[in-house]
Nanobody, 128 residues
């Protein structure tokens, strides 16, 4: 079992930036770790993912604005979000799976059903 804890959300004005963190712990090893986001009444959507080899993928709507990185020595996953827009307002979730990203994602859009472990989420609110 892998435990995931997100932090770093908050309120920011349009055009601003936020850095989200996801710290993971536990005995299981995860190959693909991803960020999803969800607004009330909508399905959870994949945003970006990183595989065990460090390769990253992004959905088109966040390319060139979001940067995903990891620090294996700290068991940390970091999402730098820049040039934020009001439509980026969502609850953001960190999730992990023992599968490789290539098998559970299409581009940066990963399939939530294939991720076994989830964090509690962190809210990002972008005001215009």
């Amino acid at each position: 079992q892998v435990q995931l804890v997100e932090s770093g959300g908050g309120s920011v004005q349009s055009g601003g930036s936020v850095r989200l963190s996801c710290k993971h712990s536990g005995q299981s090893y995860s190959y693909c770790v991803a960020w999803f986001r969800q607004t009330p009444g909508k399905e959870r959507e994949g945003v970006t993912a990183i595989d065990s080899d460090g390769s990253t993928r992004y959905v088109d709507s966040v390319k060139c604005r979001f940067t995903l990185s990891k620090d294996d020595s700290k068991n940390g996953l970091y999402l730098r979000m820049e040039s934020l827009k009001p439509e980026d307002t969502c609850m953001y979730y960190c999730a992990a799976t023992i599968s490789h990203c290539s098998t559970v994602c299409r581009g940066g859009d990963c399939y939530a059903a294939y991720f076994e472990n989830w964090g509690q989420g962190t809210q990002v609110t972008v005001s215009s």
